[in-house]
């Protein structure tokens, strides 16, 4: 199995360093560094086909990471990028994905970083745990503003089933769902089928995901 080469860019060398022993422990190559998103660029430039995946902080100097994710994921769009950051804000979390990066993992969360990895490589989005909360509270906010009237639905589920999934987003079963919203549980897996049909997904995981990746809310 070919081993997944790293770029590790972060201002600060201590956490690069940590990162690599951590990263290598798990059998992935760490094969560059970088100290800002400029470098980061540099290295990619010079370094062509060698790296796979980018992990890359959200604040630096010089070039941050949300700009620097947005010109490689033009420039090299085989290239997966991670976000490993402190900032855990729906807005850092919605600029990061909007400029093409794959996974966003908090720093307090590196216990997840191997599978992250693991899962952009192949083709796949990851967030951790945390991260995930943060998009469901988000998600369920605009949930709640459409029930108010206060923001028109921009997305191909239908109202009702904006409101489903915002309770389905919370972990709530069919027959919790139902009693929130006064309907049956066959009512609830039969919205539940349809936006899976609709979406293209097999499973609720899936379901939530595809909305948050395809902004069919908000």
Not at 81 to 110: F, H, P, R, S, V
Not at 193 to 206: I, Y
């Amino acid at each position: 199995m070919k081993t997944i080469k790293i770029l590790l860019v972060d201002d600060y060398e201590i956490i690069r360093k940590g990162v690599k022993l951590l990263l290598e422990s798990e059998a992935f190559e760490v094969v560059g560094e970088a100290a800002d998103g400029k470098e980061a660029i540099d290295y990619i430039k010079t370094h062509k086909n060698t790296v796979d995946v980018v992990i890359m902080d959200l604040v630096m100097p010089n070039m941050d990471g949300i700009e620097a994710t947005k010109i490689l994921s033009k420039t090299n769009p085989n290239i997966k990028i991670i976000a490993l950051t402190k900032q855990c804000e729906a807005g850092c979390i919605n600029k990061m994905l909007d400029m093409g990066a794959k996974g966003y993992i908090l720093k307090d969360e590196t216990n997840e970083l191997a599978e992250a990895i693991n899962s952009v490589n192949k083709g796949q989005n990851y967030y951790s745990k945390k991260v995930a909360v943060t998009m469901i509270e988000n998600l369920n906010k605009t949930v709640n503003a459409y029930k108010n009237g206060t923001i028109p639905i921009n997305s191909i589920l239908s109202c009702r089933e904006v409101e489903v999934l915002g309770y389905i987003a919370q972990g709530k079963t069919n027959k919790q769902v139902g009693m929130e919203l006064n309907l049956s549980n066959r009512t609830i897996e039969t919205h539940r089928r349809n936006m899976m049909k609709k979406l293209g997904v097999k499973n609720t995981p899936e379901m939530i995901r595809y909305a948050f990746e395809n902004k069919l809310i908000a």
